[in-house]
């Protein structure tokens, strides 16, 4: 269905090759998962399959690529809608139309479907999705996730042959990414569509997948088996850190498998571990704030405290509501009823400099923030404004993400990239208070990694109170202090994260899951109760 014949890349100004000499075949009905760092090309190896690279992008391609027989260079990408559908990583940079039920028919009403087989299609992808609720929807009023799965079901009322998805669950809660995976194998088994997935959160797809593409950086380029790739790979889910942990003989790529190697290890007995409990001066203080859109409640008599030093994680299912909390907080807007304070001050009084020292915020949306037309001038600015050593917002970026040419537009940065950019200028502000929503979108394993160390150290080493919101159940598991779960805008559970994971079935991260019952979130966790007893 897709090859791949000595395909190489290279992007003007660029000091290293995307992709070097890669051949391969996808054949038809097979789901393949492209994996790699944060901005090592695998968003442009996807848009090498419809031809959006080069002949939208730019760049320099040697070698060809053919979808059905047909070469993308003999074509322009229009001419391969009918065989490639498409779903990008910022779904709401896609949308033509308002409403819902509009956006899944306009690629049809654009090609002069029948007006039936129009209907048909659209109810059929409503139902697929669980999209009925949304159809009379404003998308400008939908969720992060709800967008995406709108996004999804656009491309797929085409009926594509391929369906090619740049990380296609990050701003999905876990039950709605298990949803969307189980349609997208059923397509592949049931209707033989071939389907490509750019993930970062591999705990989520592995299981899916056929074969595994690995950028590896510098145009290097594995392919094979999620066996065969995982087995020597850093970027690997916790369930293959956990399963080299233990010294397994195999790696295993589910739960299931994982959990049947380890039952001598569960049935052993190990010392209850303390949880510290943190007792400290309130920072932000939530009181019988409630919140409307027209006639839909978001926030339901919210009342909730976060304290200094403390790291708290908001989660739910897509539209519980924790976004509209978490502007609530920021002073993005007043709450229709209630009083929010944040270290004693109103919100929606603060401005200027005195905003940006109280309140460190980081949206759904990060490239909202940035306006300059290069990294290296986003980072001086934040040096300028805060009044810090030149190269300071420079040196923390490269800390998080190494290697990001400083002469890149922010907008030519990858989604990740473009992330630990914003997340950099406004850690180096250093401010009273972090609120971030869905901070790791985007990021590999290594990223997220010193992602959490840089959060860690800002809450403890200066006392300060970190509030995100996110669908990432492993960095929550790794991070988080204490839990507010959220669902239709309220709060149905307010503990420790091992409190709230743990009695969460859908919410569990992989290693409680595995582990179950004994009381261990992490791999950490587990080698720690090891060693307790060795």
């Excluded at 739910?316 to 907080?329: P, V």
């Excluded at 091992?498 to 595995?514: G, H």
Aim: hydrophobic share 40%; net charge negative; with cysteine.
């Amino acid at each position: 269905m897709i090859t791949f014949s000595n395909v190489s890349l290279i992007y003007p100004h660029s000091t290293k090759t995307i992709l070097e000499d890669l051949s391969f075949q996808i054949q038809e009905g097979e789901m393949v998962l492209v994996m790699g760092e944060t901005g090592s090309g695998k968003s442009s190896l996807l848009r090498l399959i419809n031809g959006l690279v080069p002949h939208h992008t730019g760049g320099i391609l040697a070698g060809d690529i053919s979808v059905d027989g047909i070469s993308t260079r003999s074509v322009k990408p229009g001419s391969l809608a009918h065989l490639v559908g498409i779903v990008g990583q910022n779904p709401i940079n896609g949308f033509v139309t308002d409403i819902v039920e509009e956006e899944l028919a306009f690629s049809m009403e654009a090609l002069n479907f029948a007006p039936d087989v129009m209907r048909k299609r659209v109810e059929e992808i409503l139902d697929l999705l669980s999209l009925s609720a949304l159809r009379n929807r404003s998308i400008a009023t939908l969720s992060g996730g709800e967008q995406q799965r709108v996004a999804i079901g656009a491309a797929l009322v085409m009926q594509p042959k391929v369906l090619v998805l740049d990380e296609p669950t990050s701003a999905l809660d876990p039950i709605a990414a298990e949803e969307v995976l189980s349609v997208l194998h059923r397509l592949v088994h049931d209707l033989s569509v071939t389907v490509i997935i750019a993930e970062h959160r591999l705990e989520r797809v592995i299981q899916f997948v056929d074969r595994i593409i690995y950028i590896e950086g510098d145009g290097e380029t594995s392919i094979g088996s999620p066996d065969e790739i995982l087995k020597n790979s850093e970027l690997v889910p916790p369930i293959v850190k956990l399963a080299r942990a233990l010294n397994l003989s195999e790696i295993g790529t589910s739960v299931r498998e994982v959990r049947r190697a380890t039952d001598e290890i569960r049935s052993r007995q190990y010392p209850l571990s303390d949880v510290a409990q943190r007792a400290d001066s309130p920072a932000i203080e939530v009181s019988d704030v409630s919140h409307s859109y027209g006639e839909k409640l978001a926030l339901n008599t919210i009342t909730t405290t976060i304290h200094h030093g403390e790291i708290v994680a908001i989660m739910g299912r897509n539209g519980a509501g924790k976004s509209t909390l978490l502007h609530s907080i920021v002073g993005l807007h007043a709450p229709g009823k209630g009083r929010i304070s944040v270290n004693g001050q109103d919100p929606t009084e603060l401005t200027g400099a005195a905003r940006r020292q109280a309140i460190g915020y980081v949206p759904q949306e990060p490239g909202d923030l940035l306006f300059a037309s290069s990294v290296e001038e986003e980072c001086a600015h934040a040096d300028r404004d805060n009044e810090l050593v030149p190269g300071s917002t420079a040196a923390l970026l490269n800390r998080l993400v190494p290697g990001i040419t400083t002469q890149a537009h922010p907008n030519d940065l990858s989604e990740g990239q473009r992330l630990a950019l914003v997340l950099s200028i406004v850690l180096a502000a250093n401010p009273d208070v972090l609120v971030l929503d869905e901070p790791t979108r985007g990021l590999d394993y290594r990223a997220k990694g010193l992602f959490g160390v840089a959060l860690k150290e800002y809450a403890k080493q200066f006392n300060r109170p970190v509030l995100l919101a996110t669908h990432d159940v492993e960095l929550v598991a790794e991070l988080a202090d204490r839990v507010l779960f959220l669902a239709e805008g309220d709060i149905v559970a307010d503990g420790t994260t091992l409190e709230v994971l743990l009695s969460s079935p859908a919410f569990a991260p992989q290693v409680a899951k595995i582990m179950s019952p004994k009381p261990w979130l992490t791999v950490s966790d587990v080698v720690h109760a090891l060693g307790d007893v060795s």
